[in-house]
């Protein structure tokens, strides 16, 4: 049987530390990607290709499966349809935009702040 989940005041600090180790780590590993130059080279053999696509592959439903979690349902159906990386790119940009929208007002909730739509 599955442990039960820490109360949230408990799980506050260690989240808000692992969330952003996380995203220090992702903005590390973002900046060590390869310029454009490096990938055109990479691309010239073909095992760094089959390797793209399988991870592509992978990661594609990845996002779409969390977007399915999300309550994103229609989000996910249009990302599965999208074949432009830049269209996908940005479809994950607004399930992130979104997201961090309900974070922030779930943490004024909790602070008892009313959010006063403009």
């Given at each position: 049987?599955a442990?039960?989940?820490?109360?949230?005041?408990?799980?506050?600090p260690?989240?808000?530390?692992?969330?952003?180790?996380?995203?220090?780590?992702?903005?590390?590993?973002?900046?060590?990607?390869?310029?454009?130059e490096?990938?055109?080279?990479?691309?010239?053999?073909?095992?760094?290709?089959?390797?793209?696509?399988?991870s592509?592959?992978q990661?594609?439903?990845?996002?779409?499966?969390?977007?399915?979690?999300?309550?994103?349902?229609?989000?996910?159906?249009?990302?599965?349809?999208?074949e432009?990386?830049?269209?996908?790119?940005e479809?994950?940009?607004g399930?992130?935009?979104?997201?961090?929208?309900?974070?922030?007002?779930?943490?004024?909730?909790?602070?008892?702040?009313?959010?006063?739509?403009?």
């Amino acid at each position: 049987m599955a442990e039960p989940d820490p109360p949230r005041e408990e799980a506050g600090p260690e989240f808000a530390r692992g969330l952003f180790d996380s995203l220090v780590l992702g903005t590390r590993l973002g900046n060590e990607l390869p310029t454009a130059e490096q990938r055109g080279y990479a691309e010239t053999f073909p095992p760094f290709n089959q390797a793209m696509a399988l991870s592509g592959g992978q990661l594609s439903g990845m996002i779409s499966g969390f977007m399915g979690q999300q309550a994103q349902q229609a989000a996910a159906e249009r990302f599965g349809q999208l074949e432009d990386a830049s269209d996908r790119f940005e479809s994950v940009v607004g399930l992130s935009d979104r997201l961090l929208e309900r974070v922030d007002s779930d943490l004024d909730a909790a602070r008892g702040l009313k959010n006063h739509a403009v």
